[in-house]
């Protein structure tokens, strides 16, 4: 089991940039695909990026393509969402998530797929 607790949300401008961050518990951290998401109130949640256990292969949705980056340190448990132009409809809550894999190229890109999710994170994109 792993436990997630993301950090780094806030108030920022348009054009401005956050980096998300999200910390696991636990000494398997490596073994897990991760993911962020993203939900607005009264809309489904989605996939913003998602990253393998080998950070060789990465995944962006088509909205976020260019300018957010996901990475992950296995060394630190930590996954990250460095997050740049951001635009007002980025302004979601921001949740990372976990997928246990056998392969180190798997990329996990439906929310089923997930077995582990922080609480949340909130980012507000306003002038």
């Known amino acids: 089991q792993v436990q997630l607790v993301e950090s780094g949300g806030g108030l920022v401008q348009p054009g401005g940039s956050l980096r998300l961050s999200c910390a696991a518990s636990?000494?398997?951290?490596?073994?897990?695909?991760m993911g962020w998401f993203r939900q607005a109130p009264g809309k489904e949640r989605e996939l913003v990026a998602a990253?393998?256990?080998?950070?060789?292969?990465?995944y962006y949705a088509d909205s976020v393509k260019g300018r957010f980056t996901i990475s992950r340190d296995n060394a630190k448990n930590t996954v990250y969402l460095q997050m740049n132009s951001l635009k007002p409809e980025d302004t979601d809550v921001y949740y990372c998530?976990?997928?246990?894999?056998?392969?180190?190229?798997?990329?996990?890109?439906?929310?089923?797929?997930?077995?582990?999710w922080g609480q949340g994170t909130q980012v507000t994109v306003s002038s």
């Open positions: 990253i393998a256990r080998s950070t060789s292969r990465t």
């Open positions: 636990g000494r398997t951290f490596s073994s897990y695909a």
């Open positions: 998530a976990a997928n246990l894999v056998s392969s180190v190229l798997t990329i996990s890109v439906r929310i089923g797929d997930y077995d582990y």
